[in-house]
T-cell receptor, first 112, second 115 residues
């Protein structure tokens, strides 16, 4: 059973467009992380959100943690070709120690 | 600059061979993890370790074993490789102190093909 569902699985947009990626679960997480992975490399952490309702910004990327700490979203404004990559959300349940559960990933392609 | 290194970027093995994937981290982290990554399935946890000589099964441990003889090194072993173990294997490490805000660092991955 997949605890974290990401949508959409694939997204292909033009440079300058905005987009939102969603990460949903029926479980409550003590924290939720977003990673970006480029071809041939391991995922790299973008942000960690820990408080329900929390919003974090990283340049053109805005991350939000749901009030109930069951879901999260990643919004990219004015996407650029350099944003192309696989975006992964990962949640840590309070009883899991340091173990993360990953979503399936969203493959984003930004065309020039 | 923190680093997680994996012994091979690409590996081709034959069915039935014993395969060793090595992972080394230089951050003195207690926690280390092995995942496999397949299209549409995300990252699935195979095994993890909280400390030297300690190991815990993840979600898909069947067909795999691990070894952690030193803190910095975590090895994944495929006792008898099968074609359904063709995948990208990712190693990661994370500090146990500080709780949920600690960063998990990944290695570059090993793309294993079993023929």
């Amino acid at each position: 059973t997949q605890l974290l569902e990401q949508s959409p699985q694939f997204l292909s947009i033009q440079e300058g467009e905005n987009l939102t990626v969603y990460c949903n679960s029926s479980s409550v997480f003590s924290s939720l992380q977003w990673y970006r992975q480029e071809p041939g490399e391991g995922p790299v952490l973008l942000v960690t959100v820990v408080t329900g309702g929390e919003v974090k910004k990283l340049k053109r990327l805005t991350f939000q943690f749901g009030d109930a700490r069951k879901d999260s979203s990643l919004h990219i404004t004015a996407a650029q070709p350099g944003d192309t990559g696989l975006y992964l959300c990962a949640g840590e349940e309070e009883t899991s120690g340091s173990r993360l559960t990953f979503g399936e990933g969203t493959q984003l392609t930004v065309n020039p | 600059d923190v680093k997680v290194t994996q012994s091979s970027r690409y590996l081709v093995k034959r069915t039935g061979e014993k395969v060793f994937l090595e992972c080394v981290q230089d951050m003195d982290h207690e926690n280390m993890f092995w995942y496999r990554q397949d299209p549409g399935l995300g990252l699935r946890l195979i095994y993890f370790s909280y400390d030297v000589k300690m190991k815990e099964k993840g979600d898909i441990p069947e067909g795999y074993s691990v070894s952690r003889e030193k803190k910095e090194r975590f090895s994944l072993i495929l006792e008898s490789a099968s074609t359904n173990q063709t995948s990208m294997y990712l190693c990661a490490s994370r500090d146990i102190a500080g709780g949920s805000t600690d960063t998990q660092y990944f290695g570059p991955g090993t793309r294993l093909t079993v023929l």
